[in-house]
């Protein structure tokens, strides 16, 4: 018996030692995770709209597409589009020069020019902030160039691939045809791509398996110093794009542990931050979009709202629970009153998606074709105070109701946008209310 405890007591600290080492390693590849997912979901999203040149045979980096309609039920290449703005989009390759962007002049338009750098920070945003002047940016890598466009505002990207995104505002259904005449007023001229730019094209998964993750992320992270971090080598990260081939077997079991837990774990933390605010509407989390958000934050975004602006430009809140804390079915009604006034010098809106299993959020098809309600939204009835009563459902609540359409079942979220917000919401002093079920 003795022996048999004895026996035990060394495996228990053996165990125990075991686990004690492995505690590094397990972090370590958490962390090389989170650094990666951001700069893999911005390249999965690249590859979509490369392929769509190529079918044209030419090479789609350095060419700015214009989407000609707001975004529906069928747009899906990345997740939670706005229905407000028409969406403007270049993956940049400023391996070979700088690039130019002509700028219209919009004094009366909201519009925003955004340039994500690979990490996907926001480093550039120009537009209506700046009072909507118009005129020239000139986007370069490495040494500022000794010449380029006369004139223009030069900005130094800290990546060779960028992601510049122009979102033009749309002012209701009779101003579609206007809206796309000022988005065409947006011009990228360019060289060509240089030969260390993007040429892949391959259909990326979402959610990718750890292989394809550094098989991807690696040759930018080669490119790219703020990606860059020598410390996490051990796990393959910034090693070369067959790096997990070349892992021991024990490293790419973690990898392959852990990766799909983080993708769950990323989820579960966007529930607990709703439940914990009190109304159920998530909270600004502090350096979004910008180069002062951690890894955690970013990773998060690229799953659930690739593209988001910083707060001083937009206000993302999002919400999946009603004021009782539980969690929203298309089976269900539900109120909401937004206050008169809301403090946003641009606009606001509210728009419906429905939830994949893999955590992102698309428009679903209703028989109005309304997936986002605002403050330009026509045919909606204020209350006497000029505040906003929503109905949320599946079925229409009838005549003289201001219908947000819900899908049929399952869950949905909401996500509320303020643009150009004011003060009383970034310090957090203005709030809406929760969301109330009222009924089946």
Partial sequence: MRKLLVTLLFLALLLGGFVLWLRAPLAQTTEAALKAYPAYSLARVRNGQLARFAHEGVNGSNRLLHRPDLAGPR???VTTPNNDTLYSSAFLDLSAGP???KVPALPDRYHSVAVMDARTDNVVI????DGGEGGEISLYFGDEPEADAEGARRFRIPSPEAWLLVRTLVDGPADLEAARAAQQGFVLEALEAGPGGPQAVAVLPVQPDPA????????????SPALKAPELAATGYGQGADAFEKLPVWRQWLWRLLLPRLFQRIEKGLFHGLRST????????PGIGTAEASDALRAAVALAGLGALPAEEAIYWSAAIDRQGREFDGRKRYRLTVPANVPARAFWSLSLY?????????YVDNPIDRYAVGNRTPGLVRNADGSLTLTIAAV???????WLPAPARGP???????????????????RLPAVEAVGG
């Fill in 354 to 362: 429905e939830r994949l299993p893999d955590g992102r959020l698309f």
């Fill in 99 to 101: 690039v130019t962007l």
């Fill in 212 to 223: 394809t993750l550094l098989r991807v992320v690696n040759p930018i992270v080669a490119q």
């Fill in 278 to 285: 009190g109304d159920g509407w998530s909270q600004t989390p």
């Fill in 126 to 129: 120009v537009g209506t902030r």
């Fill in 412 to 430: 949905f979220t909401l996500i509320f946008r303020a643009y150009l917000p004011e003060d009383p919401i970034l310090k957090g002093e203005w």
């Fill in 396 to 402: 229409d609540p009838g005549e003289g109701a201001n």
């Fill in 75 to 77: 747009d899906r290449s």
